[in-house]
Structures are given as structure tokens and as C-alpha cells.
């Protein structure tokens, strides 16, 4: 009879309960270590927090006034404030390879690789770290909308949501941008890769203007852009119903955002040992 450790590789119950147990556990520890980090200096959230601002307090203010883009029956700062914080979880997100870049000069992704995780609970896990980021931004978004009296539908269930589609958005930019820095080995050569990605994502996209004043030709670039999709749920979530201002149902949205994540998680756990070399 074998032994009850082989319960995990025979698939009975009792074993992929522990293996599930034990990748949870294992997925908490990383996401333990980046909020450590981040206790230790948050002066990044802080910094990041100044964009966003900037965003909704000058540019938003600044075309409600003049009324330039179509968002009727909504104001355009009722309009903007989702798509805001749809740009301020890729700002921040798409930027996290750099951290990984680091912990190879330090010598920490070796001693992740050498770990018992699988390599997907390692990218799994980083890409959930990197949720915390784009949860502090959104509440930073939501805070100003609140002082710049935008009315926004936050019940508990639409605040849920919010928190939903953001870790999914966090996770997805975030594992892209793991990718990119398996790819590349410097910090300056990552920083110019991911400059040259977020403004085509950004403006290819309905975060501040709806895709139907878009240039015919660039409208295919926004459909296939998953930035869209993040904007499109979060705007499900938060404006009020019947705005007809969203483009595809919110189930669409998280399941283009959910299914786009787990394909790059799988491409990242792939390339993730390069990152060591």
C-alpha cells in the first residue's frame, strides 16, 4: 500500500486539499513580503497618488467646463473618475517588473526559485502582491471623486466589485510587466519598454474619451486594448444604471480581464527562471 504521502500525487481529496492549503499559504507569504515592503516605504503610493489627482482636478475640472467630450446624461468627472482609476492600477502596475529586476540583483528571485512553490504560485502570487499597489490608488481615486462631490454608485456590493476588477487589473499589467523584465535585463532598458507601452495602452483605450469619437482606425487597437475592458467594468460598477456609457455586459469584462491574466501568469511562470540569469 503506498504511503499517505502519495496521497497528493494519486489525486485523492484529502491530498489536493493540502496542496491547495499549502499554495494558498505559499501565495500568502508573498504577498506577506510586499506589504512589508511597502509598510516600510510607502513614499511610492504617496508619489503615485499625484498623478491621479492631477488628472481628475485639472484635466477632469477643466472639460467639464467646456463640455468637448459627449458623456451626456453624465457629467464628464462622473465619466472620467473610473477611467482614472482604471490608468492609475496600469501606471502602477506596469512598472512592477522593475521590482523584480532588483530582488535578481539582490539575489532574492534565486531564493524564490529554489523554493518548493511551483512557479506559477511564485507569478500567481506576485501578481496578487501587486494588487495592494493598485488598491491604494483606487482608494485614492475614490477619495477625490467623493471631495469633488462626483456622484458614483459605492453600495458595499459595487465597492466589492471595484475591489475585484482592480486586483484583476493589478494582476494583469502587473504579470505583463513580468514578462517584459524576463525579457530584459537592465532597469534602464525596462523603464523605456514600459514607457513606450503605457501611453498607446492609455490613450488606445475609453478612459477618457468614449470609443465612438475615436478614429475609425484606431478603434480595432481599443477592442483588442484590455485596458478598455478594466475601464468598461469598473464604469459597470460605479456609474449609475441605464448611463448607456459602457460597452459590453460586466461578465464580458471580467472574463476578457480574468481569462487575459491567467494566459500571461502561464507565459511569466514559463520565462520566470531567466530572471534569475
Known sequence: MPPASSNVALGRPGGRALEGLTALGQIATI?????RKLRHDPSELLLRAIQPALWLVVFGSALSEIHAIPTAPLSYLQYLTPGILAQSVLFIAIFYGIAAIRERELGIIIKFLVSPARRTILVGGR????SLRGLSQALVVLLLATALSVHLDLTPLTV???????????ALFSTLSMVIASLVKTQERFLG????LTMPLFFASNAIYPLKIMPPWLRPFALVNPLTYLVDALRNLVLPAGSGLTIFPLALDLGVLLGTTLGLILLAAQLYPRMAQ
Open 31 to 35: 504577498v506577506g513580503y510586499e506589504a
Open 160 to 170: 466589492l466589485g471595484v475591489v475585484v476588477t482592480v486586483v484583476l487589473g493589478s
Open 127 to 130: 501578481a496578487l502582491s501587486a
Open 193 to 196: 519598454i514600459g514607457q513606450l
